[in-house]
């Protein structure tokens, strides 16, 4: 099964790379058209799922193995493949109908994959939010292409596209703001992220992997097909739609992130923050189209696609690596780990490029595409619109203060699990993972980093195919400089360490110091909470935290005999947003159920009355 | 001739940056004497502006102006304020109800918020933008202290650095004008002054505090 | 030619580094009226530490020892940026201000790893409220940059200095003197100075930098004081550069690099007193007042990029 896994995945992703554009159209078989053909940007993604994938799948093969008994084993690999063949189709598709057949099985088959893993009620439950939340996205999706019907005569995506150009400005925002919200809910931007982390840590590690790395992106697949390719952009407001989306998000994400210590769900916040931050990208190419800067437009599309790839890499890298620490210590809580770095070297190693990667330090992957959106941002200065021209220069500062505050985050966490000492008997024996596990780890380890150190090889193809897309005359300077400089730093930094190195001596090992007390135990070190709690103190306003400090005896506060403190993150989402519009819907049904009588001369009037209306409207029309 | 393109309309200009600095200073002050010295420095600063442009036009009234603002707001009124403090004895911290950051990034937001609203203004009377944004911004600031700061003294001060604001725009819109209405402007605030310096004291005597939020309390 | 200058400058900045840390703490104990140490004791303390035995905790991994080289490097490799005798850098033209500041980032990021190895609360307590000042730090460092950088309609840090070269002292616009108030404001945050950080002190309600490395002993604790010099040189030269870079040489003559030379200097002895000055005149500022401060920094950073789209009209 695995190997079939790894040999379809390679298969797959080997034949449609070296093929041109090639079409395949099983339409006899349905009543709509049901057509795949590749163009750039579908390649792009495939790409995308391919490189992940593989490695995924490698780990998956001795994870699984060690996990799950023999009949889950064959359904969890029978899912895994359809899930990702599913994720390629959406890619691929050339027609709505296709694209959202494949989309509706993507759905479905993580959710699968996400029961695979066990039943429980609140399982079940956090399940159940996923599956409405993502089907009122592709509801909105299947609106957004039904909206096109009338204009496109087909959905068929080479008519959309060409209706795309001579739509009515009414017809243009609707469908904007459609497949913002229906994308936008796929892709997990605040407010419409509840999904994200609650479906995302129940899965098991390979699958959160994919879910985060590549299921999201196919979310930004769709939005850029949509927002660029049928749309061609908008009005400048599109963008600052999707700029304040990505700024909400991008901050949000990262201060929700800080303050979790379940390892998983810290890096479902994560993957929010980083949607956030292609969405910057993403609205900021929108303004520069809007207003006739397609270089500047093209650089700010190139970062978001970069960082896309980008964050499938190193996301999945960190989700796998957290698979591994599940895999040895059987928690995924920080609180409980610690001192992992010398029990599991190379874990620890490519853990740590996923982090160096996900806050964009220079010589990894995420600083490049992150530069570029900087830079992009920059550009916003050499516009003559004068909102343009001070709010895209002040994002930078929004995106300064999500990089630093990601920066933080994963210095508690590798501090926290890889660092110190063990904070539990697991995390104390736990051992390294397995060759297989190691493997696909480490192949994308080495993607971040040949991304990172030579990025002039993967900017070209992304540069071109996002000039094609905003029909930029030339291709942006700035790309070239990044490409040139990069590894000539690389260069100097390796040779500054060879020379510095030269300055250390052998070294001698002391107890740390305990303010010369004895007995220095683990519980003293910094713990997750304790680290994050100067920036939860400072942003306290977003987290909205329900404290609870419990003290027994309740006379003696000085000198207690036990103390108990429990502290609460309210997201306030469900209980402002969401809760008022299920509450509207639910009376909204009471309402309606009076017109279920039960008595049948009622139910005859019903009919009765729908044909006069009709008819009355018939002649009216008429 | 409008102001705009004389000497006098760049001098404005060129120093109205020094009195943006002043608003944020003043936003960020956290201590009663240092809002005190910055506005002194303020007023320093629009003497100054007076004097180099009665240099610049030739007019002597200008001088006595200056001298008189000297006088008055850049030593008089400070010295006034310290000996205030040091007869009250109240704690020289300035109580806010918004933090150093957000005041400051209020008076950031007043700073644009003056510069579009004179936009469209300023090329009506030839007055040069940037003064005629200082000032406007001036008058919003001192607004801003008195509504967000506690105590009675600072409000004093927003009070004075509002009366700033208004002498700035009355200098860049209408440079010129006659003295005696200048002289009659200094007179009315040092009246308002006298009245709060008493009132302050009243406060003090009553409630042994200047935390006007307490006042309130009055309320049957 | 450039490159001989780059590395001179380079190598200026690193070797100099220890020797402006030792000429600010001499001038803070004249203001105080101490005797002080002589000004070549930092040299001197480096040079001890290299020789002592490196003491490593038994819960400590390899980022440990790894931490103070990568703090190191990544401070030798800012200084490339800097433009300080003629206006060329190593990095400066190629590499932009983005890149100066996730490479300051990078040190930053494993030196508070490395005081998280040391399995003791002290280092996690440093690493904490590191991560807390840095990436408030970062906003109104970077405005700060972008506003200069959009005067000068160049990201790159010579590009900056050309730009301030072609006029005088007079015609800097606003936004230089709100980007400078921010950057100055960030300088002295990033290297641990007063109102943020107290370097001379071991007193754990306040400490952040020192609380981070106090596991580190020996050659790795010279690696980390020296990079810590650097990063003072290095931001004193970045200011001067970015905000008052007169006197630079224009040619490569010998007198023009002289005359530089004691420009420089000068400039750089001014910095320094202004910085003993700061340091002897303001208290420490509460743990929980220093995002306050940088706020403070932040929105002068803001006002400054928002100037830049006031000024175009």
């Known amino acids: 099964m695995a190997v079939a896994t790894l040999a379809g995945c390679g298969a797959s992703g080997h034949s449609l790379l070296n093929s041109e554009v090639r079409k395949l159209n099983p339409s006899l078989l349905t009543p709509f058209p049901f057509t795949f053909s590749l163009d750039p940007l579908g390649l792009f993604f495939l790409i995308l799922i391919c490189t992940v994938s593989l490695p995924v799948a490698l780990f998956s093969v001795s994870y699984v193995k060690r996990h799950y008994s023999a009949a889950r084993q064959k359904w969890l690999w029978a899912l895994l493949f359809l899930f990702v063949t599913s994720m390629a189709g959406v890619v691929a598709a050339s027609s709505g109908f296709a694209f959202l057949v494949c989309w509706e099985i993507m759905s479905l088959a993580s959710a699968g994959l996400i029961l695979i893993e066990g039943s429980s009620g609140d399982r079940r439950h956090n399940l159940f939010i996923y599956l409405l939340m993502t089907h009122a996205a592709t509801a909105a999706v299947i609106a957004a292409f039904l909206v096109f019907l009338p204009h496109s005569h087909s959905l068929d995506f080479a008519a959309i596209r060409a209706a795309g150009a001579t739509l009515p400005p009414g017809v243009r925002i609707a469908l904007f703001l459609l497949a913002f919200a229906g994308f936008g809910t796929k892709a997990g931007i605040i407010p419409l992220h509840l999904w994200l982390p609650r479906a995302h840590p129940i899965a098991p590690s390979p699958v959160s992997a994919l879910m985060s790395g590549v299921m999201l992106k196919i979310a930004v697949y769709g939005f850029v097909r949509f927002a660029f390719d049928f749309l061609v952009g908008g009005p400048a407001w599109f963008g600052y739609l999707v700029l304040v989306a990505g700024a909400v998000s991008g901050l949000l994400g990262v201060l929700y992130a800080i303050a979790e210590h379940d390892l998983k769900r810290l890096l479902a916040y994560h993957s929010v923050e980083n949607i956030g931050i292609i969405y910057l990208g993403l609205g900021a190419s929108l303004v520069f189209m809007a207003h006739g800067a397609r270089v500047w437009a093209a650089l700010a599309l190139a970062g978001a696609l970069l960082h896309t790839l980008n964050h499938a890499l190193f996301k999945s890298l960190l989700f796998l690596g957290t698979g591994a620490i599940a895999d040895s210590t059987h928690t995924v809580d920080l609180e409980k780990l610690g001192g992992l770095q010398r029990r599991m070297p190379v874990t620890g190693a490519v853990f740590l490029i996923g982090c160096c990667s996900i806050i964009g330090l220079p010589l990894f992957n995420g600083f490049i595409s992150e530069w570029m959106i900087f830079r992009s941002f920059l550009g916003g200065s050499t516009l003559t619109n004068s909102i343009a021209q001070t709010l895209l220069p002040l994002i930078v500062g929004v995106l300064a203060l999500i990089g630093g505050l990601a920066a933080a985050c994963f210095v508690k966490v590798f501090g926290v699990a890889f660092l110190g000492r063990p904070r539990s008997q697991e995390a104390e024996h736990a051992s390294e993972a397995p060759l297989a596990m190691r493997a696909g780890m480490m192949l994308l380890a080495a993607g971040c980093m040949v991304i990172g150190i030579w990025p002039g090889a993967f900017l070209r193809p992304i540069v071109s195919l996002a000039q094609s897309l905003v029909g930029a005359p030339a291709a942006p300077p700035e790309t070239l400089l990044i490409a040139r400089v990069i590894p000539w730093v690389a260069a100097a930094f390796l040779a500054l360490l060879a020379v510095v190195s030269v300055l250390k001596r052998a070294k001698r090992q002391t107890p740390t110091w305990a303010c010369g007390l004895p007995g220095l135990t683990s519980r003293m070190q910094y713990t997750s909470t304790s680290f994050s709690k100067p920036i939860r103190f400072v942003f306290g306003r977003v987290y909205k935290a329900d404290r609870k400090l419990e003290v027994l005896p309740e006379d003696q506060p000085y000198f207690p005999a036990s103390i108990s403190y429990h502290s609460v993150r309210t997201t306030s989402y469900e209980r402002f947003l969401y809760r008022p519009f299920v509450d509207g819907v639910v009376a909204a049904a009471n309402q309606l159920r009076r017109l279920q009588t039960g008595n049948i001369q009622v139910y005859l009037l019903y009919i009765v009355m729908t044909l006069v209306s009709l008819l009355l409207y018939l002649r009216l029309a008429g | 001739m409008g102001i705009l393109e004389t000497t006098a309309g760049k001098v404005l200009s060129a120093y109205s940056v020094f009195l943006f600095l002043t608003v944020l200073a003043q936003a960020a002050a956290r201590r009663f004497s240092t809002n005190v010295l910055l506005f002194s420095l303020q007023s320093a600063i629009i003497a100054i502006q007076v004097a180099v442009i009665g240099y610049h036009e030739k007019l002597v009234e200008a001088y006595v102006v200056a001298a008189l603002i000297v006088l008055l707001k850049v030593v008089g009124i400070p010295y006034a304020f310290f000996r205030l403090i040091e007869k009250l004895q109240s704690p020289r911290e300035v109580i806010s109800a918004t933090s150093a950051a957000e005041s400051v990034f209020v008076a950031v937001g007043i700073i644009c918020l003056s510069y579009a609203a004179v936009r469209s203004y300023a090329s009506g009377v030839h007055a040069p933008e940037d003064s005629l944004a200082a000032s406007v911004a001036l008058i919003l600031t001192g607004a801003f202290l008195m509504v967000s700061r506690r105590k009675a003294l600072v409000q004093m001060i927003g009070l004075l650095v509002l009366e700033n604001g208004i002498f700035l725009a009355a200098l860049t819109t209408t440079f010129g004008m006659p003295l005696i209405i200048e002289i009659g402007i200094f007179f009315d605030v040092l009246i308002g002054l006298l009245l709060m310096g008493l009132f302050v004291f009243r406060i003090r005597d009553t409630f042994d505090h200047l935390d006007v939020s307490k006042l309130r309390k009055l309320r049957g | ?313």
């Open chain 3, 1 to 313: 030619m450039t490159i001989a200058l780059g590395v001179l400058q380079v190598v200026l900045l690193v070797i100099g580094a220890p020797l402006l840390r030792g000429i600010v703490g001499r001038l803070k104990a004249v203001l105080q009226r101490r005797r002080g140490a002589p000004i070549w004791r930092p040299y001197a303390d480096i040079w001890k530490l290299l020789h002592k035995e490196d003491l490593v905790p038994p819960s400590a991994s390899g980022i440990f020892g790894l931490a103070p080289l990568l703090l190191l490097v990544t401070s030798i490799l800012a200084t490339a940026f800097v433009p300080l005798l003629a206006n060329s850098a190593l990095l400066g033209s190629t590499g932009d201000f983005i890149l100066l500041v996730y490479l300051l980032a990078f040190g930053r990021f494993f030196l508070a790893l490395g005081g998280m190895d040391g399995g003791s609360a002290f280092g996690g307590m440093g690493a904490s409220r590191e991560a807390l000042v840095s990436s408030l730090a970062e906003v109104p460092l970077v405005l700060g940059l972008v506003a200069v950088a959009i005067q000068a309609s160049n990201a790159s840090v010579v590009g900056m200095t050309e730009w301030a070269l072609e006029r005088n002292f007079f015609n800097i616009s606003a936004v230089h003197l709100l980007a400078f108030l921010a950057l100055g404001i960030v300088a002295l945050a990033e290297t641990g100075r007063m109102p943020v950080d107290n370097p001379a002190t071991h007193l754990e309600l306040t400490m952040i930098h020192e609380g981070m490395v106090l596991e580190y002993s020996g050659p790795n604790l010279a690696l980390i004081e020296w990079a810590g010099a650097i990063k003072l040189s290095f931001m004193a030269g970045l200011l001067i550069a970015l905000f008052a870079p007169w006197g630079m040489a224009t040619t490569f003559s010998p007198a023009a690099l002289g005359l530089a030379a004691v420009a420089m200097l000068a400039k750089t002895f001014a910095l320094a007193v202004a910085l003993a000055v700061i340091e002897s005149g303001i208290a420490k500022l509460r743990m929980y007042a220093v995002p306050d401060f940088l706020g403070v920094a932040a929105a002068f950073g803001t006002l400054a990029v928002i100037f830049t789209a006031l000024m175009k009209r």
